[in-house]
């Protein structure tokens, strides 16, 4: 399938476990972010989003967590599932346009 | 329900043959876009669109032509293929501004 990166970031996370993957963003004036979820072969999934206006953000198991003052986002997946295992992205999008800015990406591996 | 999606799901092309990536979505989006993802690269814009007829150039545009004269096709066009164009490439489509964008399966083009 469609090859994300051999060289990224890996977290390695027991089956059951929270994770925690972390973006630091660029760009002060950005005003929304998101989080993406891409399997192996597959396109980018839409996980879960927060706007500047908020610092914390709950889904289905995960919460998203925004840090204007050092410019930092974390995505945590509460007990951690295989089908949780992928290349997580976070990205940002500036108050002046449509585009988003996508980091590099996190590999998270989960253990059985 | 179709969603967004793109063909062909792979391409082998050579060195100076054009050819073109299709997306399709059947939400009425009226913005679209087109990413690359490279190892070490992450996702870069390449071009999008705002609505029909109207497109921008992203990060990345230099040896892409893109078109949209139908809201639901944003096709993309390598004029004259080069290796470093050997690439995954994401059409994704968004609602309205600041909405979040959905992706398509993706296409692997190599260029040999």
């Known amino acids: 399938g469609e090859s994300v990166g051999l060289h990224l970031p890996t977290l390695s996370v027991q089956e059951g476990d929270n994770s925690i993957i972390n973006c630091a963003y660029s760009n002060s004036a950005s005003d929304y972010f998101i989080w993406y979820k891409q399997e192996s072969g597959k396109g980018p999934q839409f996980i879960i989003d927060i706007r500047s206006n908020m610092d914390k953000r709950q889904g289905q198991r995960v919460t998203v967590l925004l840090n204007k003052t050092v410019k930092h986002l974390s995505l945590q997946i509460a007990a951690t599932q295989p089908g949780d295992s992928a290349v997580y992205f976070c990205?940002?999008?500036?108050?002046?346009?449509?585009?988003?800015?996508f980091g590099g990406g996190t590999r998270v591996l989960v253990k059985p | 329900d179709a969603g967004i999606t793109q063909s062909p799901r792979y391409k082998i092309t050579e060195t100076g043959r054009q050819v073109t990536l299709m997306c399709h979505q059947t939400w009425s989006h009226s913005y679209m876009f087109w990413y690359r993802q490279d190892l070490g690269h992450g996702l870069r814009l390449i071009y999008y669109s705002a609505a029909a007829d109207i497109t921008d150039k992203g990060e990345v545009p230099d040896g892409y032509v893109v078109s949209r004269s139908k809201t639901e096709n944003f096709p993309l066009t390598l004029e004259s293929a080069t290796r470093s164009q050997t690439s995954v490439y994401f059409c994704?489509?968004?609602?309205?501004?600041?909405?979040?964008?959905?992706f398509g399966p993706g296409t692997r083009l190599t260029v040999l």
């Open positions: 994704a489509s968004s609602g309205r501004v600041g909405d979040t964008q959905y």
């Open positions: 990205a940002e999008k500036n108050a002046a346009g449509n585009k988003l800015t």
